[in-house]
């Protein structure tokens, strides 16, 4: 499970995170403009989850009220902006496409996580309104196709494909019965995981991607060119999991780690640059980006301590996530950095180091 998902499970049940110490900043790393913090609703944590090409950042940040989160939507121009405010239960946003429109999931009346589909005119909808159902809208394209996870009420896992037409459409499974739907591309184009990454599309349904030879993978991202990345588990050592590379010409390549026994990566543009998190020898997570030509290479490598990549779009800008005392030494870097210093709230320095760790040591 996601760190972030943990999180989110948690806040709904009533569990406080403040136990995590989790005050984490969101960051937008751009080549023109440089380094820049997200800001937040009030409280001591801001995760963001994707960025689409114009900039337009979603995901979800701690409220003034404790241990609630709000999805968020932010942008160079305007800051930071809370999607949901009259929301008296916890939101929280995993994609936005290139119209701005925005999906994710929000505590429903009935106590459970519901998807919804988010536009500037209509606001927030429930997609998946089925009481005692569980479910979280994770992707979108630029023709409103949704896709995501929902749980049945005997704990049952289905991706699913939502269009505003057509409804809930469920994906089926490579093998059992769960599965979880994380992105699609413009072309209708699925990719998620059963077990194994799988691949989904309208004419051939699901297609296993295999892992590295371990037992496990994910996939979480696939760009307009059917590239996909996403983490497998290596079949020697049984224990270590790499960030991989998908194509229909190559199939799946070990695109390997900096250093460490782990990597992963979390998202693609459609120039093929990808990005994601890694583990050194000593057991820190740190981001990277990598292409075709270059490589792996660590971002922001001057910076000590947790930081995470998220996200890419088409120009190059990421978004990713760093624990908040860290983000004053950035000031090291002189010119490349546009930050504002803040305190660190009531959580204090963290002891657990953020959303992305998880995903370089567990499944």
């Not at 696939?222 to 224990?239: C, H, R, T, W, Y």
């Not at 990566?265 to 998190?277: H, R, S, Y």
């Not at 996200?311 to 990421?318: P, Q, T, V, W």
């Amino acid at each position: 499970m996601e760190r972030s998902i943990l999180v989110f499970t948690l806040i709904l049940a009533g569990l406080s995170v403040t136990a995590l110490g989790y005050p984490y900043e969101g960051f937008v790393l751009d080549p023109d403009n440089g380094f820049t913090l997200i800001g937040d609703l009030g409280g001591a944590c801001c995760l963001p989850r994707a960025i689409n090409d114009a900039g337009q950042v979603v995901g979800y940040a701690e409220t003034s009220e404790p241990d609630q989160f709000h999805a968020f939507l932010w942008t160079q121009q305007t800051g930071i902006q809370d999607l949901t405010p009259d929301h008296e239960g916890t939101t929280s946003a995993w994609d936005i496409n290139s119209l701005g429109h925005v999906v994710g999931a929000f505590e429903a009346a009935d106590g459970n996580n519901h998807a919804f589909f988010w536009t500037p005119e209509s606001g927030l909808l429930d997609i998946v309104p089925l009481e005692g159902w569980t479910s979280r809208a994770s992707g979108i394209n630029s023709q409103d196709q949704v896709v995501g996870q929902l749980r049945d009420p005997s704990g049952v896992s289905h991706a699913f494909l939502w269009t505003a037409d057509s409804g809930i459409h469920d994906l089926g499974a490579l093998s059992g019965d769960s599965s979880n739907a994380h992105a699609i591309n413009d072309l209708g184009d699925v990719v998620g995981f059963s077990t194994h990454p799988f691949l989904w599309d309208s004419v051939t349904g699901l297609q296993d991607l295999g892992t590295l030879g371990g037992h496990l993978g994910i996939a979480y991202d696939i760009n307009n060119s059917g590239q996909v990345v996403g983490k497998a588990f290596l079949e020697d050592p049984p224990d270590e999991i790499h960030a991989f590379l998908w194509t229909a010409e190559d199939e799946m390549q070990d695109l390997g780690t900096l250093g460490g026994v782990s990597s992963v990566a979390k998202g693609i543009n459609d120039l093929g640059e990808a990005v994601g998190v890694f583990q050194t020898a000593a057991g820190v997570t740190r981001a990277f980006r990598w292409d075709i030509d270059a490589g792996m290479r660590e971002i922001l490598p001057s910076v000590e301590g947790y930081i995470a990549a998220i996200d890419i779009n088409d120009g190059g800008i990421i978004v990713g996530e760093i624990p908040e005392p860290a983000t004053l030494s950035l000031l090291a870097l002189g010119g490349l950095v546009a930050v504002k210093r803040r305190r660190y709230g009531r959580l204090g320095y963290p002891e657990y180091r953020g959303d992305a760790e998880s995903e370089v040591t567990h499944t």
